[in-house]
């Protein structure tokens, strides 16, 4: 048995939580205690907490290595804690989220590059930001980059992703503008954030539409319910109907309304390429990628370039269970791709600064990822991943030692990036330039190089296979058949063509690149104006000759001319990374050398990660004899770039290349300013919101400020201009006021007040009606027929008794006086009723007060009872025996009947308007 | 009317007038040290009405103990007031009570 | 009549009379002496009331402390203690509504309690009614906690006293110079974002 396997069970296989761990204790005590630690300790810190946790993948990729062997399935769990429960759809149970790690072939073998490459380039950083002050702090941020790129790898939920996913922008943010004591350097982190808050908006949207669909958000749970996805819903329109269609002409109108329908795969497919495409700066959200290049160049190899940019490559092919589901998605992700490897290559072609080609060219590689995902290679796109984090994590590690190098004579970040300021380096800097080629070698496509192999992967899938639609091609809906998307005849061919061409620029601009950084004459020397000598240049009788206007204008160099600091190669911890990279650019295509030697070894690995994808892609039937002839459009854009480029500028000194720029300077401008695209979005977006922030402002100065507080304050301060009129300031005239309302108080409880209670027998026909009493009050009564008065004067009786026959009524006065001799009076109608069919009627008591609005309350309309139940207002307030016998047979009583049913219809009260005289 | 004056209401009739006589006297008046004196003849006249309530209740002596508090309430108040007086001549020179109208600003 | 009831007379008569002197006199120091006639009055009423204690306390603390305070501020304002009663005022009609108003409210009660009450002589005090140990007994007893409490109140009043009437080094003055200060409210900003520029152009 395996001695790791006893310690780390599958199911709790704790040492993932010891490799995400490690980076964030490590950020932690960097962050917090890192400027008291000093330079070593933090060194220390940063490295052996990164190194460990290489050490603790490595043992993970081992022991999952071990599983394979053995024939079990190569995923372990690590169950952190139930995090929160979600609701799903109304019917459904509630989603639990627990922080789950898990690690499978595809996560395992990013986690190795990710630390890998992560403590290569701390090892790098070591030495590149030595002189920094924020030497702590950077490392703290590298540090927690790592964690968060970890649990974003390894989280086994997208909510866990999702916690990664904004880690690592967060770092991003954090070491794009790391300088931000420039403007610049800020805006450039805003810029990438925001760009990226769009994309997770896209995640999020997919989030909601799994836990709608599959009621799961982990791995497992998803792939089980995935089935879930093929429900098609109708996305448009949006209602029954476009607004404001009826206008159109019919046709136009009926093709408007006709109802529109996608899966919910589509849908999360969808909104997953928007997130992916805001990790993974695609079209149309690339522009924060280059901008990114502001931060320290370490930063650019290991987040822009080999790690955090391939996290929505990752994304897609995690969740390949759910994009195979859908043709659509898949078609958007290749083109997507695609378009944004031919796009961004042509930009670079013409970019002068050294990290803005490479920031482009990592946007062209991507797409190139993209591509290959789409068109359900995913293993390829995967291996495209591998491979492009070790080529261009060594061009951007070789281009931070070309920086590095032209810091010792140029002080200025724009210039030591410039091209146009560098050549010749290969003499200074013989280990970068060695490395850099390697790296440039796969880059092109160089043959067996890593990315030759790689590249023509990508080119061989996207000509031979093509998703298919699931379900045969239709389902469905509402008894109608609706056809799903299916994957169009010539897309394959055109994503070939485009990716070709795509290579073929890259060859070229990369070419351009080494050519006009390592080759020629170094034209650094004249940069700095105390140094621009005045004395004459010798010719270097240099092999070649790297020219650009720079160096023409100059009538030539001479060893004179070198004055002050060389550019000189970087110590062993930049250049030791720099060699492991460059090794590995090289020979790392063996791991899935297909076309020519046959080596499976990726596809191999990665086959339990995206078993049931190959079903749904289908491929042409000779691909097999295809994969040798497919190699020659791979090999002739790698010489045509190459060869152009040598052409252009090593034979020809880059005269060709500026001639054309001069026959079309509109076009040559428009690329060299990226096409405009920043700008586009400026207009466009921007400009929008800005448009709505004038409007609120606006609003806000016209609307709340000038109507509505200025209105309120004229109101308040007229009001109070009015009120002002009261107040003297004279203490007398308060108190007078005070008489005044206490005089009307006086007033108020000097008026009698003529209350009456009546206490009803209905059976016996019996009726006391008493008075309330009062201070002072006497009283008399009116209880006889005619409405007379008992006598002349006022008494002291209160309580009157009389006796009525049945059906008949009787109106009783009541009449009050108080002290000062104030008199109210009162009207009552006394009324026996009929004796209920259904039985005695109970003794029920009545209390007669004046409502609100002089009205008495508790009046009975009289109404004809409908069969027994008496829905009266004043049913609930009678004491009525609970359980009444229903006659005629139980008719259900109607809402707001008394509890009990029936009740006979209490005789009281009449209006009276008697009051004080 | 052999009872005369030993009969509740006539306390309070006298506690009545009293009262309001003070109570016109600081309506009236414009000296603050009258209107002052007058507040003192509407607790008197408060206290005559409680002494003789509490003489018709008989047992206890609840109200002359609130008369009491009242008396100390009085002293108190009587000082201040005629703090404020003070001080309100040393502001304006003169005790007219109408010249205090600072609050209608 | 009894002697108590001539008793009660005098008394009666003494204390109305000072009290209409109290509010009617031009001279304050009539107005005291008045308050003075009245106190008395009324300390005599609480004899026949049976309330001896309290009648001391009247006499000590009206007759010896208030009144003597009132007569010492007299005396230390001088001729303009007489204050400026008479002469028309704006806003002098309130007085001459409230008081005929307080007039009829307190008739109305005692004609209230004229037709209300059936008036029933005393019965007789029990032994030791409103002598020191009976009303000491509540004081301290019941009422320890408000007398504490106001203790507390006459020391707060003692030191307020003395805070208000200390002299300061002002000068009298007819108006105060806080005229206006509301006013500016509304004419000034209502956003602090504008508080600057209307600053600015009342500065310039």
Known sequence: MNPLATVFPPNDFALLAVIVGLPLVGAFVNGVFGKRLGKEAVTLMALSSVGLSFLASVATFVALRGARAAEQAPRFVWQGWEWMRVSSRLDGPDVPIAFDLSVDPLSGTMILVITGVGFLIHLYSTKYMEADAGYHRFFAYLNLFVFSMLVLVLGDSLPVLFVGWEGVGLCSYLLIGFWFHEDANAAAGKKAFIANRVGDFGLLVAMGLLVYHCGALDWRGIDAAAHNLLVPKQVWPIGTHVPLASLLPDSAAAWLNAPRYATGATMVGLALLLGAAGKSAQIPLYVWLPDAMAGPT??????????????????????????????AAMFAVAFVGALTALFAATIALVQNDIKKVLAYSTVSQLGFMFLGAGVGAFSAGFFHVLTHAFFKACLFLGAGSVIHAMHARIHGTEASQDMRNMGGLRKFMPVTFVTFAAAWAAIVGFPLTSGFFSKDEILFKAFTSSPQAPLGGSMMVGGRSVELFTWPEWAPITLFVMGVAAATMTAFYMTRLIVGTFLGDFRGWTVVPGWKAAHGHGDDAHDEHAHDEHAHDEPGHGAAGREGPEPHESPWQMTLPLVVLGALAVVAGALNAHALFHSHLLDTWLEPVFQGVEKAIVVKENSKALELPLLVPGLLAFA????????????????????????????????????????????????????????????????????????????????????RLAQTGRTHAYAALMVVGMAGL???????????????????????????????????WATAEDGSWASDEFGAQAKVELS?????????????ENAFGRVEERTLLLERPRPDR??????????????????????????????????????????????????????PAPRGAAPGGPVPAPGVAAPSPGGAR | MSAFGHVLEHYVLVATLIFGIGCVGFLVRRNVLVQLMSIELMLNAVNLALVAYDREQGAGSTGQTFAFFVIAVAAAEVAVGLAIILAFYRLRGTVDGDVADTLRH | MTPGGYFFGVCAVVAVLGALATISARNPIRGAMGLLATIVGIAGMYVQLSAQFLAAIQLIVYAGAVVVLFVFVIMLLGPDAHGADGGKRPGSWARWIAAPLVSVLLLGGAVLLARVSTPQRFRAAPPGHGTIEAVGGDVF????????????????????AIAIARSRA???SERPASVGATRRLFGGAIHPRDARTVDDEVAR
């Open chain 1, 640 to 723: 045509a770039g190459v060869g152009g480029a040598w052409w252009a500028y090593v034979a020809r000194g880059g005269e060709p290349m500026r001639a054309l720029a001069e026959r079309v300077p509109g076009l040559h401008q428009l690329v060299y300013e990226k096409w405009r695209i920043d700008e586009l979005y400026e207009e466009t977006f921007l400009g929008a919101v800005d448009a709505l922030a004038e409007f609120a402002v606006w609003f806000d100065k016209w609307v709340v400020d000038g109507l509505l507080a200025k209105l309120t304050a004229l109101l308040v301060a007229g009001g109070g201009a009015a009120l």
């Open chain 1, 804 to 816: 009525l026959e049945v059906g008949t009524s009787r109106t009783v006065k009541l009449a009050v």
């Open chain 1, 838 to 891: 259904s039985g005695p009627g109970g003794a029920t008591t009545i209390e007669i007060n004046r409502g609100a609005d002089g009205r008495l309350e508790g009046q009975v309309a009289p109404r004809p009872i409908p069969s027994g139940a008496f829905p009266g207002p004043l049913g609930s307030a009678l004491r009525v025996p609970p359980s009444f016998p229903v006659p005629g047979g139980g008719m």
């Open chain 1, 746 to 780: 006086g007033w108020f409880f000097t008026a009698p007040h003529a209350q009456a209670k009546v206490e009803a027998n209905h059976d016996e026909g019996r009726y006391v009606v008493s008075a309330a009493p009062g201070l002072g009050y006497r009283y008399r």
């Open chain 3, 170 to 172: 002002t000068k009298p």
């Open chain 1, 298 to 327: 370490p930063v650019s190899a290991l987040i822009h370039a080999a790690t955090m940019v391939t996290a929505g490559v990752y994304l897609v092919c995690r969740l390949s269970g759910v994009f195979v589901l859908t043709p």
């Open chain 3, 141 to 160: 007893g019941r009422a320890l906690v408000p007398f504490e409490l106001s203790t507390a109140l006459l020391i707060v009043a003692a030191v307020g």
